[in-house]
């Protein structure tokens, strides 16, 4: 009998420690902001109320070096996103490129942690509404590798690169997500060689992803599904392989993965830059579309569900955005013309903010980031459970 205790008692250690091992890890959660808009306090100010709230990653748009140096010996990690006119400059001569990363970057490394660099944000619409000049087949990847290789000259080995991309811009479809491909010739011209890019120096591919652009063009979709509503019949069947889809969100994820894997490049990170709902389009609907939006979302993230073609989920995202944007030809319309067209509605009377400039929140949802089992905390709990199994082995010789 007392054998037989010791080895149930065994048996369920190493269960627990087994399931600590696979438990899945949420989704790192932050918020895109840019601290030059107009009304607000220093950055300071704003830093330490994104600390109060306990967020743990910022993206930065159009950084700016007073902006970068206020997160300085905070735990909060920043994806600083370059101006999309410097992109023609960088792809032209790499010393663009380190002049940039001695202003924005190398002042404040490592003291603010940097953990990637976003080379533009949207080219591919900025170059088809706003700047006819800009070619991103012959831009984009090399401005790029020269920010790679800038950060590599200056010792920094750190801080990935990458770029961003709208997900109406680049995919075919988003149902079902099986059959999703990338545009062409886009694909071919731009993606493709990107991927092999991010692939090789470990990066990320990063993605604007907005559910309320689809819903707004597909009446016929229900607004549970892309509210995360649970309810019995919000789902929706990917035909070709039965994978089932509890939210628009995943859907559109997985689509994101599919065509990356049709590409050759399914194992590369996937992080949503930016993702929300505007208060004022749905500002009277029956509960606020905005708020059940980013509650929805934010609990989804932290279940470390992940989605059916990506367990682990997403690797980071980004809530759009902290402060409303003045100028409505840059973000109010979300994705420029493309997305207001594809909205159906203008950018005027969109507000994407979810606080105020006196830094009261315009929702009641928390905001701090989700904690991910990182490389050590994995390899800590391999030696704890070896132990455990070392310790097995001799109760049970006794």
Known sequence: MFFLAKLLLCITTLILLSAAVSTPSATT?????????PNLTGPEHVVSTLQSRRVSAVRLLDPTPAAVRAFAYTNISLILSVPNHLIQSFAANRSASTLWLHSHVLPFHPRTHISLISAGSDVLTTAATYDLTLDPSTALLPAMRNLHLSLLDLGIRTISVSTTFSFIDILTT???????????????LIIRPLLQFLDETNSSFLV???????YRINSEIPIGYVLFQQHPFNFRDDVITGVRYW???????????????????ENIPVIVAETGWPSEAEAQAAGNYAEMYLKGLVTHLRSGLG???RKEGVAEAYIYQLFDEVDSTHKNDKNGTTG???SGVTGAGQHWG??????????????SGSTRVTGNDKRWVK??????????SVLLFL
């Open 383 to 392: 030696m704890v459970l070896e132990v455990a199994a070392s310790l097995v």
């Open 29 to 37: 959660l932050g918020v895109t902001c840019n601290l030059s808009t």
């Open 208 to 214: 604007n992803l907005y559910p309320y652009n689809v």
């Open 247 to 265: 939210n628009l969100f995943d859907m559109m994820v997985d689509a994101v993965v599919a065509a990356m894997a049709v590409s050759g490049h």
């Open 174 to 188: 988003s149902f079902p997500p099986s059959s999703a491909e990338f545009q062409e010739p886009i694909g071919s």
């Open 354 to 367: 979810i606080m105020y400039p006196n830094m009261t929140m315009k929702y009641n949802f928390d905001l």
């Open 307 to 309: 989605t059916p073609l």
């Open 340 to 342: 207001a067209a594809m």
